[in-house]
């Protein structure tokens, strides 16, 4: 029996005449897999709860925030009790210093910090600090990383070599991306190239340690070692935007899971605990070049906003208390998970490469192994869209595309897992 999506689709047809494609954002409107996005009411632990009195089980959890689960009671507690006390200040609150700590606690290279409202304006602002403080313009990210919607990051990557920016969006000028230089992840030979090519004119590398926005890639061994070397070697500092991966991967993130000290990194999604935060952070000398100390400026209403300290102290509180137990068993979760539908596609004859790194992980449906955007892009995209929307009526919510990463929470049990195969039997393609 069909789910009915009545309520959803009448929603969706108001919500199409206010906002371009129905959306906040545009990778909510299912484009690339197809059908309506249905609407929700409320979610709890790994549960999501439609218009039309559907649930699904939660496999993207608000793209990373949610690892605790939805409705997380010491989270909604936090956030209840900070409301009472006003929304916002604009001044200092000893919230910001608190949460700030336990940043700290888990990542010991966050020498000093900056917390912001989203992990856009962490990794702008980070960029343009580091510009700032090497006095170089020329910046290096990835193909397949996404670092936010800001200007210099919103570039199209060329086809596997070091590439001038070429704008990925209408509106974004070449002036603005003529300094960003995309070029194929996990392959370092290029990176030396690009430095070779520009000496002493490259201010930083900024990376996704673990990408998450071309599907799950994970870095090849010795990779993120070499970003630091050459780096190191030629004055560039090493930004690892851990806005996904930050608390995620483990509690340090890519850079505890790799052992790596960046210069600078940035945070987001399950800083907050969902509410609207990001931070960026690392060397003290190159942080003190922020004003009001130093030149480069930066600055924000809701900065610090003492309802997301709150969210983000009960949030990083409990995944500090109970890390021994929470990352092997997110991790186990995600792998039955992963590994268990990946052993079903094998005995329905379905080609599906798994990358899973901790408690995120990505199906792709491809037979070649993923390593880098371009392989990434050797998956059937037509098929992830038929077996999206296959489990979405299996009651199973995962990620709308099939460059996004799925994301397990604490929430998610043995029932769930099963409930998870089960729909898998029926929605893969037979
Ligand atoms: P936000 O501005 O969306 O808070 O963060 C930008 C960002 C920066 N760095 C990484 C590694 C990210 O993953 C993101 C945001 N991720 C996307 C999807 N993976 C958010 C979802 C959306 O755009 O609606």
Known sequence: MPLSHTRSHLLQQKAETIFPGGVNSPV?????????????????????????????????????????GHAFPPVVDAIR????????????TASEAALATLVQRCFPSVEKLRFVSSGTEACMSAVRLARGFTGRDFIVKFEGCYHGHSDAMLVKAG???ATLGIP?????????????????????DTVRAAFAARPDQIACVILEPVVGNAGTIPPAPGYLEGLREITRKHGALLILDEVMTGFRVSLGGAQQLYNIRPDLTTLGKIIGGGLPCGAFGGRADIMNCLAPLGPVYQAGTLSGNPLAMAAGIATLEHLIANQQTIYPGLDSTTSQ?????AKLAREAGVTLTTNQVGSMFTWFFTSSPVTDFASASTSDTAVFGRFHRAMLEAGVWLPPSQFEAAFVSTAHGREDVDFLLSAARKALPH
Do not use: K, Q
Not at 168 to 188: C, I, K, Q, R, Y
């Open 28 to 68: 909510r409107a299912f484009r690339s897999v197809g059908g309506e996005p249905p609407f929700l009411t409320h979610a709890e632990g790994a549960w999501l709860f439609d218009e039309d009195g559907n649930r699904y089980l939660d496999l993207f959890g608000s793209w990373g925030p949610m690892i605790l």
């Open 81 to 92: 009790e900070a409301a009472g006390r006003s929304a916002s200040f604009g001044a200092s």
């Open 159 to 161: 086809s596997g070599v």
């Open 168 to 188: 990925g969006s209408a509106g974004v000028p070449a002036e603005t991306v003529m300094h960003t230089l995309a070029l194929p992840f996990n392959d370092l």
């Open 337 to 341: 998970i992963a590994e268990g539908v």
